[in-house]
Structure formats: C-alpha cells, structure tokens
C-alpha cells in the first residue's frame, strides 16, 4: 500500500504522457505560424509575379516620357458616320487583355448596332503601355496598313492573334504583323518600308500624349460625351451611356423655330 507521500508525489508528477503531450501541444503554435507564414509568402511572391507579367493598368505621363506640350496633333481612325450624334473616343493598347476582349467580343456588336445604324461613331487612339515591349510595333503595323484603307482590319487581325506576338511569346513581333498584312490582301512592298522605318512613330506618340493630357491611365478607356469610363465595358453597359448621352445632347439643343419668318411689310 502506497504512503500518503507516496500518493502526493503522484499527483505532482506528471505522467510521461502528459508532458510529451504538453510539448507537443506547445509546439503546436509554433508550427502553426510557420504554415501561415509560408502561405503568406508564397501568396505575396504569386501576386508578385502577376503584378509583373503584362495586363491593363494604370501608367504615368512621366513613365512613358512623352513631352505632351509638343508631340503634335494627335490623329484616331474613325469608324462610322463623322456627323454622328454620340462621339465614342477608344484609348487602348494593342497587347492589352482588356482591350482584346473588348474588340473580339464587344465590339462586332457596338458595330453592327450602334455604329452602323449612325447612333453613334467611334474613334480609336494609340495609348501604348510601356510595359508592353510589342504594342508599339502593333500599332505601327496597323498605322501602316491604314494607308491602304485598311486600319481597322489590321486592327481586329492583331487583337485576334494577341497571344502569339505579344511580349510573353516573342521579342520579334514583325513577322506575325507582315503574315497578318498579307492575309489581308495589302501591298507588301508599301507595308513593309512604311513598318521598317517606323513611319508613324509621332502618329502614335501624339496619340498617347492626346490621352495623357486627358489624364487616361487605364486601357481600355472610353470618353462618351464629358464623362470618361474606364476597363471593358460591355454591350448593355455602352448602348446605356450612348443613349443616355444622345437623350442629354438633344436635351441641350436649342430647337430651330418652324416655319418661315413673314416677309417684311412694304
């Protein structure tokens, strides 16, 4: 039979698994940080990564170093009737996701209901990101095959085929724009000196400094009437500003009166 002491010094010590589990669980927290520290870290160099690699996004005047007091008149390419109601302004990036889901997916329909029908036009202006290495060089080649009539055909070809001349999937782009120009029927011996030779550099720089001193920094942008709306919009979102800014214009329209003025009395 066990002595009282025997008993206390019993309850005092504790049992070799109770302390093996004291410092386990101990450990527990320890461990426990460590796992979410990992996680953050990992999370912070995935977020990293993205914020690197090419996507629409904000740019500086100062980053792009383009003198807007002096880069010239800028010069868009206008679609649609001139005398249209509701004036649409596009500043965008050829290799920018947004402006190509934009133009493949949005626009034939902007197009066909909006801009065919005259309700309204729209003009698209070079706003190059500079971390896009192959954007100017895109719209170069589109400048190019605007001298032949055809800017906005070179324009739909080069979003179409983003994914394969863009910054991540080559650092010579030339060749994916002269295939693009001959699917599209156009005289190679006028595209290809008017590309090597960068003929519309200041088109595209006047461009862009048209958007700086608009204060645009995000592709895509669109400027419909006064107010400026940024990122992709899509179908039900710019017919709504488009009729909305036809309603305010016509509102604010002085009416001619009718009929003609009686001829002065004799």
């Known amino acids: 039979m066990a002595s009282p002491s025997d008993k206390q010094r019993d309850r005092n010590v504790p049992r070799r698994n109770t302390v093996r589990e004291a410092r386990n669980a101990s450990n527990r927290p320890k461990i426990f940080y460590i796992v979410l520290a990992t996680i953050a870290l990992v999370g912070l160099a995935s977020l990293y990564a993205v914020s690197t690699k090419s996507k629409p996004g904000g740019v500086e005047a100062t980053a792009v170093g383009v003198d807007t007091a002096n880069a010239g008149q800028s010069q868009g390419y206008l679609m649609g009737n001139a005398d249209a109601p509701v004036k649409i302004l596009e500043f965008a990036d050829f ?23 005259g309700l309204a036009n729209i003009t698209y202006y070079d706003y190059p990101l500079p971390q896009h290495r192959n954007t100017v060089p895109a719209s170069n080649a589109a400048a190019c095959a605007d001298e032949q009539g055809k800017f906005w055909a070179m324009h739909d070809r080069i979003f179409a085929g983003q994914n394969e001349w863009n910054t991540q999937a080559t650092d010579s782009p030339k060749a994916f724009f002269a295939r693009y120009a001959r699917e599209l029927g156009l005289d190679m011996s006028r595209w290809e000196p008017c590309y090597d030779t960068s003929r519309h550099k200041k088109r595209i720089a006047a461009n862009l400094a048209e958007g700086m001193r608009r204060k645009v920094n995000t592709t895509p942008t669109f400027i419909i009437g006064n107010r400026m709306y940024t990122g992709a919009l899509n179908y039900d979102e710019l017919k709504a500003i488009v009729d909305s800014t036809a309603r305010t214009a016509a509102a604010t329209t002085p009416t001619p009166a009718s009929g003609t003025p009686p001829a002065a009395a004799r």
């Open 95 to 117: 290799e920018c996701p947004g402006c190509a889901s934009f133009a493949t997916i949005t626009e034939p329909d902007v197009r066909k209901r909006i801009i065919d029908t």
